[in-house]
């Protein structure tokens, strides 16, 4: 009996290649707001429905899997207490930005300025910083400000 061998499954690399493939281009229209946090996740989206944008809100564990289908132009990561929260998202952000050849999805993290500096990973993906807790008067500008940059 043969043994089975489980292929290295490289998700950036699969997501790239597919993408590449179909010729897929960031959703101009859509946000993704990835967070622990339900209520946070609704906020964000009703700030970034006045700006005339399509919320898609996750959790980090089904945004991973939800960033390549909606390709969307911006993403919202709410950090958490410890801005580690969506770590797992990073990769997929890169990746897409590998296949879109530019820097969408632009990157908003929304950070508790008294936890420890995020990661390098992190680092190399945020276009924004909002502190927590934030108002529509903070955070509003910033969504505007890289949607705009997008188009």
């Known amino acids: 009996m043969a043994s089975r061998h489980e292929p290295v ?7 790239s290649d597919r993408e590449a493939a179909h010729g897929l281009t960031p959703d101009l229209s859509r946000v993704l707001i990835v967070g622990n946090s339900q209520i946070n996740r609704i906020v ?7 700006s005339g944008l399509k919320p ?31 770590d797992s998202v990073v990769a997929g952000v890169i990746a ?12 908003i993290l929304l950070s508790n300025r008294m936890a420890a500096p995020a990661g390098p990973s992190l680092d190399s993906v945020t276009d924004a910083v909002v502190t927590t807790p934030f108002t529509t008067e903070q955070l509003q500008p910033v969504v ?8």
């Open 56 to 86: 898609v809100c996750e959790p980090p564990a089904s945004a991973v899997r939800v960033l390549p289908l909606t390709f969307p132009c911006l993403v919202i990561l709410d950090g958490g207490p410890e801005n580690r929260d969506c």
């Open 144 to 151: 505007d400000r890289l949607i705009k940059g997008s188009r």
């Open 9 to 15: 499954f490289d998700e950036a690399k699969v997501l």
């Open 44 to 50: 964000v989206a009703k700030i970034v429905e006045r």
């Open 96 to 107: 897409l930005r590998r296949v879109s050849g530019g820097r969408l999805p632009a990157v």
